[in-house]
């Protein structure tokens, strides 16, 4: 069962923050934090690239609090857009640092899947997840947003700056890639 977040609790935690309130700072990471660290966490595939962008949005929060404004988005939908703004930069950024030649030497190790899976298991959910960061980022994000089933394509255009419309197209492109793909290895 997933805790509901009312906007104008949120609101209230972001004037508190604004005015230097640590204790509600904890509070609003207690409550976005998961979700963020998820959505983080799928983009990259990277628990650790995920917390340190997490890291990095919540930091984010905190030194623009005092600029929020109620009523305006959702402090989760503002939030999530960091986040995903953060996941396309760093990808940005390792696609440039591949084409120097000491690129390998920085990149982390990809995680492991989880061990308690059959090796078949195992093999396939590593190709979907490939198959997924494969896609352009701004597809990918919006495929990840979509995925848990709690936003509407309007709160997903909203946290990718994008119209609904854009939106839809870039859920049935990036789940036909998936489906083509999917399809292939089915019949190699």
Do not use: Y
């Amino acid at each position: 069962m997933t805790e509901s977040h009312e906007p104008n609790e949120d609101d209230a935690l972001m004037a508190r923050v604004a005015a230097g309130d640590q204790r509600a700072f904890a509070r609003l990471v207690a409550r976005h934090g998961p979700k963020a660290q998820a959505l983080a966490h799928r983009f990259t595939g990277s628990a650790a690239e995920a917390e340190d962008i997490v890291q990095e949005a919540f930091w984010r929060v905190w030194r623009a609090a005092e600029r929020w404004r109620p009523g305006g988005a959702k402090v989760s939908t503002w939030l999530h857009r960091i986040v995903v703004n953060l996941c396309v930069d760093r990808e940005r950024r390792q696609r440039i640092r591949r084409f120097l030649p000491f690129a390998d030497t920085f990149d982390p190790p990809s995680d492991d899947p989880d061990p308690e899976h059959e090796l078949s298991d195992r093999d396939e959910i590593e190709r979907v997840r490939e198959d997924i960061k494969a896609l352009p980022a701004r597809q990918r994000a919006a495929l990840l947003l979509s995925a848990d089933g709690e936003r509407s394509n309007a709160d997903i255009a909203k946290m990718l700056g994008s119209s609904e419309k854009a939106v839809e197209s870039m859920l049935v492109r990036a789940r036909r890639t998936l489906r083509a793909k999917l399809a292939a290895r089915e019949e190699a």
